[in-house]
């Protein structure tokens, strides 16, 4: 069935600093992917999305590019603040899911120290 | 103002005793769901339902009921709590379609003793 990896479970990082957070998938066509966050006692909400191949996702300074070729959608910003500390998800969706489901990540913890 | 709200926020139930979470959405969409939410598993789908009167097993349903009366809620029940249920429950609502955004409540923890 169609899964998505992310391999870091907590990322610690001082203000401006660069962040990557890996996010790998299985899924068959062209599912569309998704990054969502959560901040702290709220529930997950929409960062970006994108459904082809090299399109790039962005919002709030984040950015992602889907890569058919090695199956990721890495999340990236380039100096991150104290704000942006939260837990990011990334999710897919295939073409005719049943339900529409999303199938997430395990997510990854971001802390950033000012 | 809020689309997705979640009641109670916080609850403690007994072990065997009966849970219902309740989750309202102002969005008119068709599409809601059930998901618990534990560290190193992610957000998992329990029920979802494609409009009132229906409801569907997601991937992790036993031991959850869920009921939808009408397009707006959507109910979790618990008929047998257990301390395994302990965790964070999130409703959403989304349209149909492979881009389409899911709009996620609040939350409700609940623990289980």
């Known amino acids: 069935g169609d899964s998505v990896t992310q391999t870091e479970g907590q990322v610690a990082l001082s203000e401006e600093d660069f962040l990557t957070i890996h996010c790998n998938y299985s899924?068959?066509?062209?599912?569309?992917l998704f990054w969502y966050v959560q901040y702290p006692g709220e529930g997950p909400q929409l960062l970006f999305r994108?459904?082809?191949?090299?399109e790039k996702g962005s919002s709030r300074g984040f950015e992602a590019t889907y890569d058919k070729g090695t199956t990721s959608f890495h999340l990236r910003k380039a100096s991150v603040q104290e704000s942006d500390s939260a837990v990011y998800y990334c999710a897919l969706r295939s073409y005719g899911s049943s339900g529409n489901k999303l199938i997430f990540g395990i997510g990854t913890l971001l802390s950033v120290k000012p | 103002e809020a689309a997705v709200t979640q009641s109670p926020r916080n609850k403690v139930a007994v072990t065997g005793g009966k849970v219902t979470l309740s989750c309202n959405q102002t969005n008119n969409h068709n599409n809601m769901y059930w998901y618990r939410q534990d560290t190193g598993h992610g957000l998992r789908l329990i029920h979802y339902s494609y409009g009132a009167g229906s409801t569907e097993k997601g991937d992790i349903p036993d031991g959850y009921k869920a009921s939808r009366p009408s397009q707006e809620n959507f109910s979790l029940i618990l008929e047998l709590a257990t301390p395994s249920q302990t965790s964070v429950y999130f409703c959403a609502s989304g349209d149909a379609g492979q881009y389409a955004e899911q709009f996620f409540g609040p939350g409700t923890r609940l623990t289980v003793l």
């Open positions: 899924a068959s066509g062209y599912p569309t």
């Open positions: 994108a459904s082809r191949d090299k």
